[in-house]
């Protein structure tokens, strides 16, 4: 099977492509990326001679890209996303471009491409379901769940989604849609949560822990997330969602704590500051579903194992989030934590 992966030069991109040359070794896999800040190639330093896998500079909004990458492709795995809510307050028009338009942009080159028939892996967000509150803690999102987003990324994320259907229902397109909790692991941009912390920390600065630390995430390591979504490539049905979760929900507060702690620091390292706009309280996703129709569930995001793995990866990389971090990313930094971290 040739698989194109859009974004595989991002976090969950390219653990997920390793994912598949490891465990797959009869698909090839094209990675589809127009390397935007957060994309990377140094991510997959180990891996780029594999001869099962090929790297494309290429945007998804561009149809004369698509059309070339995609002539004998046997499915599509869409992750390219600008992926970061803070960024899509400060400017949504890059969200809605890609996000949206990109998806829709994709979903026609597929079409003629022949890819109708063929699968196409919508990898979309629990965002997507807005916020629960913190004070029915039984309730959780399911497949169910009314879409209401709340940030200008999840509103760009759930405009793909919303396509992604419109397709299947329209064309009997062969999509399907996943939607996941929080991811944790290595090669996560240093602007997301847990690097953020773990690296502040190394550098001797303070952690910036939004509003009151009470919101909720569910956490999930990208290794998980990735079988999960090699799982619906492989037995989804076409036009169904699968939600993806942890079962490891954390309030922001106790996530801080528990870096703090594998950190040798104490509270004297958190510094509240100013709420997120619109800070979405809860997510917490049911994944019965997947489970009970894939033969999916969680096995490597067990607390606080899984955290402390994923904190030593930062603490032994360095390298690698110094040199992220100096790039294009440094300015946007500066701007958003510079004075207060
Ligand atoms: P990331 O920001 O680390 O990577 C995104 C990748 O997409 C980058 O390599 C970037 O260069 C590429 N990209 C951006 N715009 C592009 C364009 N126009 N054309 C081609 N490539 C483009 O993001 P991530 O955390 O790896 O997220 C991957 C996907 O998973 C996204 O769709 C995101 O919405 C979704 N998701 C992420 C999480 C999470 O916790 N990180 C949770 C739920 C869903
Ligand atoms: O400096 C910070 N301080 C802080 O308290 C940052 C960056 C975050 N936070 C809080 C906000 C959230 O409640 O931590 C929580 C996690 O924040 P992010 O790492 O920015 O993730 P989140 O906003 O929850 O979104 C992530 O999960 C869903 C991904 O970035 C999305 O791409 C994905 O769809």
Known sequence: MHIVLTGGAGFIGSNFIKLVLRDRPDCRITNLDVLTYSGNLE???DIENDERYSFVKGDVRDPEALDKVLADADAVVHMAAESHVDRSIMDSGPFVDT?????QVLLDAWRRAGGNDKRFIYVSTDEVYGSLSLENLEIKFTEKTPLDPSSPYSAS???????????????????????????FGPYQFPEKVIPLFVTNLMDGKKVPLYGDGKNVRDWLHVDDHCEAVLAALEKGTAGQVYNIGGNNERSNLELTHAILGLMGHGDEMIEYVEDRLGHDRRYAIDASKIKSELGWEPSRSAWPEALEET????VDNRQWWERVRSGAYQSYYEQQYGSKA
């Open 99 to 103: 996000n949206t338009r990109g998806t």
């Open 43 to 45: 991510n997959l330093t």
């Open 157 to 183: 994320k759930t405009g793909g989604d919303l396509l992604v259907s419109a397709y299947f229902h329209t064309f009997g397109m062969n999509v399907v849609t996943t939607r996941c909790s929080n991811n």
């Open 311 to 314: 904190v030593k990866w930062y």
